[in-house]
């Protein structure tokens, strides 16, 4: 009897661990003011038509590397932005896969963001204006989980179109190699 | 009964959405014929069954009241009754035989409902695309000549008298497509197309709503549905498969150019010009829609701005993310958005 309930109470203790396991904030705006500088970008080539796009007074969001919810976002803008149009499903195509260890500028959450909000010379577009901060955060931690570099039970698991690749979640982790471009 | 029905349906289900003018959400106020067989089968369920509830309540008062009444002084009854079980068991065997037919007449209304659904007549009817998306629908109006189909969102106009043949389609979870006034409920499974027809034969607004918990805002999945005079009802087809009409006035030029330049366009349509993308409602005619959100708020250039500013604080986990951009910049916008018509 009381090892019947001791097994109960167990049981209820590992169900409750399930609960509360991920808070999705979605109020996050206004966390900073004008964090980046408003200096155009690197890139000239820019999606839709040409202009300044939106100057945003503050800043929304955060790299949250710690959220499932956040990198499936991620994922998704991934699709509907139409990064899979150069990247492919990370395997590169256009442009360099992002599936291995090798990071022409760097892998760093920052870099990272640099990299889509500014763009880089040799074909990737400046997205200034154009997708806002906290779906650009959003969009790095997806990128890092795409070469392992965030924690697998974090890193989505499930892809709504086919994929070739195994789910983000079940890839090795790389060790990223600044060194070594293309 | 029906003054407490309308009452308890505006107090449950039209007061979280604020002060709009409710459509009509009544499955027993039939719009249409499909809404009036489901309303009939409804009513014949509700007879029949409070039928055998009123005569087993009888039964059991009747029974109460008959049991032998007995005190400390009565004796012991143990002769053999067989009479008695005898009529016992005549009475059983009829309520038994009320109770399969009262079930059996039951099923084939049922059944016979069904066929009455089924053979709504399709002859020159409108079809019509809905594809549901967490938490919004988009509505695309066929037509055999490609140049005349055209695409809205969260409302669907019908011609009055003329059937309604809806192809339905899921983008992501399951749905399920209600419009009480004018039929049940179609389930949207992803990766499957169901259809639902229906005619409605009386002019007028009609609530429709998504019926299949779908996630955090399943609750504000709403669309409108307007049943127009046909005549009516081309002209305002007309009026949509025209091309968004170019700004006149400074600000809506800045709007524009704002809405082509920035993050409006990687998700928002607007034809006429180079948004063209899919992932967020057609905005085309957006001044014209009665409310923003699927339902959420009445479509005032105060709320827009609101929503566009932050979409998170009205509808927490919807897609369109915050636009922390300058006040003129955000007028710019709803300015531009307001000539939509």
Redesign the interface.
Same mark, same amino acid.
């Given at each position: 009897m009381t090892k019947a309930m001791a097994i109960g109470v167990a049981g209820v203790i590992v169900l409750m661990s399930g609960c509360e396991r991920e808070e999705r904030d979605f109020d996050r705006t206004a966390l900073r003011s004008n964090p980046r500088a408003q200096a155009d970008g690197m890139a000239d080539l820019q999606p839709g038509q040409p202009g300044r796009g939106m100057r945003p007074t503050a800043s929304a969001g955060g790299y949250n590397p710690n959220s499932a919810y956040e990198v499936a976002q991620g994922k998704q803008w991934f699709r509907w932005y139409n990064c899979v149009g150069c990247h492919a499903q990370g395997g590169g195509a256009i442009g360099p896969a992002l599936m291995d260890d090798k990071w022409i500028y760097g892998s760093t959450p920052d870099t990272i963001f640099a990299t889509i909000v500014d763009g880089r010379p040799n074909g990737m577009p400046s997205f200034r204006g154009r997708i806002p901060e906290a779906q650009v955060w959003q969009l790095v931690a997806y990128v890092r989980s795409m070469s392992g570099l965030i924690s697998p039970d974090v890193a989505p698991n499930r892809s709504d179109g086919m994929a070739g690749a195994p789910p983000e979640g079940r890839r090795e982790p790389t060790r990223p190699d600044e060194n070594k471009p293309k | 009964m029906s003054a407490a029905h309308r009452a308890w349906l505006a107090a449950v289900s039209i007061a979280p959405i604020g002060a709009i003018a409710s459509p009509a959400h009544d499955a027993l106020r039939a719009a249409g014929p499909q809404a009036a067989h489901i309303a009939d089968l409804w009513w014949l369920t509700l007879g029949v069954c409070a039928f055998v509830f009123v005569a087993v309540l009888a039964a059991l008062a009747w029974a109460l009241w008959r049991t032998p009444r007995s005190d400390a002084g009565t004796p012991a009854d143990a002769a053999p009754a067989p009479a008695a079980e005898k009529r016992i068991g005549r009475r059983v065997t009829v309520a038994v035989t009320i109770s399969s037919v009262l079930l059996i007449g039951l099923l084939i209304a049922s059944v016979m409902t069904d066929r009455a659904l089924a053979h709504l007549s399709l002859d020159d009817a409108l079809h019509v695309q809905v594809t549901a998306h967490q938490w919004w629908w988009t509505v695309t109006y066929d037509d055999r000549q490609p140049e005349r189909i055209f695409t809205t969102a969260n409302e669907l106009y019908v011609p009055v008298g003329r059937p309604v043949l809806v192809t339905l389609h899921s983008d992501d979870v399951i749905h399920s497509f209600w419009v009480p006034s004018l039929h049940g409920k179609k389930d949207l499974i992803p990766g499957r197309v169901a259809t639902i027809q229906f005619r409605a034969d009386q002019p007028g607004e009609y609530l429709g709503e998504c019926a299949e918990f779908c996630g955090l805002q399943h609750a504000f999945m709403a669309f409108d549905v307007v049943a127009l005079a046909p005549a009516q009802f081309e002209a305002w087809a007309d009026a949509h498969r025209k091309p968004a009409a170019e700004p006149e006035d400074a600000a809506a030029r800045r709007g524009r150019? !704002?809405f !082509? /330049? &920035? /993050?409006c366009?990687?998700?928002h349509a607007i034809q006429g010009t /180079? =948004?063209n993308a899919h %992932?967020a409602p057609d905005l085309t005619h957006f001044a014209s829609r009665a409310r923003i959100g699927a339902g959420r708020l009445p479509n005032t250039p105060a709320n827009l701005a609101a929503w566009i500013a932050?979409p998170? %604080?009205i509808k *927490? &986990?919807v897609?369109m *993310? =915050?636009? !922390?951009? *300058?006040g003129d910049?955000l007028g710019a916008l709803v300015a531009y958005l307001g000539t939509l018509r």
């Open positions: - | 150019d !704002l !082509l /330049s &920035g /993050s366009m990687l998700c /180079s =948004a %992932k932050d998170q %604080k *927490p &986990g897609n *993310p =915050a636009h !922390l951009i *300058p910049d």
